[in-house]
């Protein structure tokens, strides 16, 4: 099966009667959208739902999931100790996240749990939820303080772990919005905390998912808010997916934003935006695209970013040219989308048998694990322009004077510390701008010896 909805949705305990003792009825219009929420998610009828949670366990660097069967919680911090919960853990789908994660070198797991006790950043959402759906089990997850694209990434990842397991999932994305939108707010008041409510509703309100990462972290800093990078989290599962978005309800009587939207699966991004006709064949007729290294990149990425799988050399030895195949280099893909650079990841020496695995590698790496960029993304394949870096071999020389920015790359050297940079790179104009950006990329300060190499490379396009 799959993700068969999502729902943004806030989690202040007082909205939960108990809690509230009355104060709930302040913010009737958003407790009427979650229990709309609640009654859809009981329609669904979800094997599974997994819960994004600010107030799960955090680190900076990694993303924490819930380990073991299960936990318990109630809302006793909130003096309302009668409202407990036992929940059932999915072990199988995180076992597949975690095993995933791990292969993909990606900073996610069980490790680090300090509390095992349900948050209510969970808990208030099952509230809704326990009171119209029973059959369900939970797979809980933390925020981390990394980037939001790899907020993205990790969503992408319980994608492909929902997939190979074959669950029905509904993901529950908990967070509330600015917590300064009001001067007797908890925070007080900050003209950011208006802007980030309506632009996040704005946005998800339309399904608008890729513009979620375009939120500067010192914007989201500003505004106070909580529950961005659960959203984010929650974009990346639905990543190459249209939705159907729907905003029900937003309010800010608290100071607070409590915003619910709903995302129902459409149809795949990639089927939506298919090639047409006229641009394949303008693409056929185009001889660069017929260079069998630009090809075989272009196809390593387009099975990669749409199906997460490997191009297999086997299945293609009659179609590549035998200096691809008995050929052992470095190589470097670049991908340019309307003109930037989307990601470029290579290899200064060979790491693989042929030069062909060599692109499918880097391919691969280029368009899913720049850290400068969040994974491209199905709908982006058909905008996308590559080109393919050979190396030579490299060649030790003595000074920069032995160098030329159109002609050859450099390698800087200082211990372990090694940075490249290809030649004829746009706004690269002279050698001494050359090594300087090699050394900033190796991390060598100024003042260190080098050494230097510089090399020639074949480019495709």
């Not at 909205?15 to 669904?44: C, D, F």
Request: aromatic residues 8%; proline residues 5%.
């Amino acid at each position: 099966m799959a993700i068969v909805g999502g729902f943004m949705v806030p989690h202040p305990p007082m909205i939960v009667p108990a809690v509230g003792k009355g104060s709930e009825q302040q913010i009737a219009a958003t407790t009427a959208a979650y229990t709309q929420v609640a009654e859809e998610i009981a329609r669904l009828k979800p094997e599974t739902i997994i819960i994004s949670s600010p107030h799960a366990v955090m680190y900076r660097d990694y993303f924490h999931i819930s380990p073991g069967s299960g936990a318990t919680g109630s809302f006793t911090s909130f003096r309302a100790p009668e409202v407990r919960f036992r929940e059932h853990y999915d072990e199988e789908l995180v076992d597949v996240i975690c095993r995933i994660a791990e292969e993909e070198q990606f900073p996610a797991g069980t490790e680090g749990e300090r509390d095992p006790s349900l948050d209510h950043g969970v808990m208030v959402p099952l509230w809704f939820i326990r009171q119209y759906y029973q059959n369900f089990q939970i797979v809980r997850i933390g925020l981390s303080g990394l980037p939001l694209a790899d907020h993205y990434a990790l969503g992408q990842i319980i994608r492909r772990a929902v997939a190979e397991t074959g669950r029905r999932v509904v993901f529950v994305a908990s967070g509330d919005l600015s917590h300064k939108l009001q001067t007797y707010g908890p925070y007080g008041f900050a003209e950011e905390g208006l802007q980030y409510d309506a632009r996040i509703m704005d946005v998800c309100g339309r399904g608008a998912f890729e513009e979620l990462l375009d939120f500067e972290e010192d914007f989201l800093d500003r505004a106070a808010e909580c529950g961005h990078r659960s959203f984010v989290i929650m974009a990346g599962a639905f990543d190459g997916v249209h939705v159907k978005a729907t905003a029900l309800s937003h309010e800010d009587v608290t100071g607070v934003g409590y915003g619910i939207c709903t995302f129902y699966p459409e149809s795949e991004a990639d089927q939506e935006n298919e090639i047409d006709p006229e641009r394949e064949a303008e693409r056929e007729q185009d001889p660069a695209v017929a260079d069998p290294y630009v090809s075989l990149a272009r196809a390593s990425v387009e099975s990669y970013v749409r199906d997460r799988q490997v191009l297999r050399l086997e299945e293609l030895l009659s179609e590549l040219p035998e200096e691809m195949l008995s050929r052992r280099a470095g190589a470097f893909v670049s991908i340019h989308e309307h003109g930037e650079l989307r990601g470029c990841i290579g290899t200064i020496a060979p790491t693989t048998d042929s030069l062909a695995e060599e692109i499918i590698q880097n391919a691969i790496s280029a368009s899913t694990r720049d850290p400068r960029f969040y994974p491209i993304r199905p709908e982006e394949l058909a905008d996308l322009e590559i080109s393919v870096d050979v190396l030579g071999e490299p060649e030790q020389i003595s000074s920069m004077a032995e160098l030329d920015v159109k002609r050859y790359g450099v390698i800087v050297s200082h211990g372990r510390k090694r940075g490249l940079l290809l030649p004829d790179l746009e706004g690269v104009d002279t050698v001494e701008y050359q090594v300087a950006i090699a050394r900033q990329k190796a991390g060598i300060r100024e003042g260190e010896p080098i050494t230097l190499e510089r090399f020639e490379v074949v480019r495709h396009e």
